[in-house]
């Protein structure tokens, strides 16, 4: 604006410069809302580790309603093998698959 007020640039060199910056400022403003969204999703990751976490260490202390309404919830498949153990009558349970839901 100081060069145009002071004549050393004409009016439609102005509004041009003008657009330039407005349109960089747009694509600086897209770049940061991308920027944060990435963020957000790398804290939300975050989180579901620490939910898996969690979960190890407290899934004794849930009954059996609360552990199926959270495999309801967050589980979108398992695959769970027996492993039989010689002079056990169930053997153990191992998981060989295991797929969260997307949220």
């Known amino acids: 604006m100081a060069l145009f007020m002071g004549n050393k640039v004409d009016f439609e ?3 041009q410069m003008v657009k330039l ?18 963020e957000a999703s790398l804290e939300s990751r975050q989180s ?12 004794g202390k849930l009954n059996n309603e609360q ?4 495999l ?4 979108k498949e398992m695959v769970v093998r027996k492993e039989p153990r010689p002079g056990e009558r ?3 349970a191992a998981i060989e698959k295991l797929e969260f839901n997307d949220f």
Do not use: P
């Open 48 to 59: 579901k580790r620490e939910i898996v976490a969690n979960l190890r260490e407290n899934w």
């Open 67 to 70: 552990r199926l309404q959270f």
């Open 13 to 15: 060199t102005y509004q």
């Open 21 to 38: 910056g407005k349109d960089r400022k747009d694509e600086l403003t897209a770049r940061l809302k991308l920027l944060q969204n990435i």
């Open 90 to 92: 169930y053997g153990v």
């Open 72 to 75: 309801q919830k967050f589980v």
